[in-house]
């Protein structure tokens, strides 16, 4: 079974800069793209960027400019460099792979999570 472990969460201050991690324990199938989603507060799970295997990069409009997504298919791990961080970045940091195989039904893998915390 494929576990995803994220790492690099913490408080900083406005501002700041943190990067995460997400590294995977399994070998994920090759036709796939991982990414970060974040949830704060009273609010709904939202998608801040994406790759792909081919290491095509997207990125939610909020982060645009400031965060910037990466991968090492070598170490199966995944990083997400996040600068110029803002108090409203405050939320729970999620790891996602979604596998979409070829005449096969796609699925998901998701770590635990990491509390990045911004304060003003």
């Known amino acids: 079974q494929v576990h995803l472990v994220e790492s690099g969460g913490g408080l900083v201050q406005a501002g700041g800069s943190l990067r995460l991690s997400c590294a995977a324990s399994?070998?994920?199938?090759?036709?796939?793209?991982m990414g970060w989603y974040r949830q704060a507060p009273g609010k709904q799970r939202e998608l801040v960027a994406q790759i792909t295997n081919g290491g095509s990069t997207s990125y939610a409009d909020a982060v645009k400019g400031r965060f910037t997504i990466s991968r090492d298919n070598a170490k199966n791990t995944v990083y997400l460099q996040m600068n110029s961080l803002k108090p409203e970045d405050t939320a729970v940091y999620y790891c996602y792979a979604h596998v979409n195989p070829i005449f096969r039904p796609s699925y998901d893998y998701w770590g635990q999570g990491t509390q990045v915390t911004v304060s003003s």
């Open positions: 399994g070998t994920i199938f090759s036709r796939n793209t």
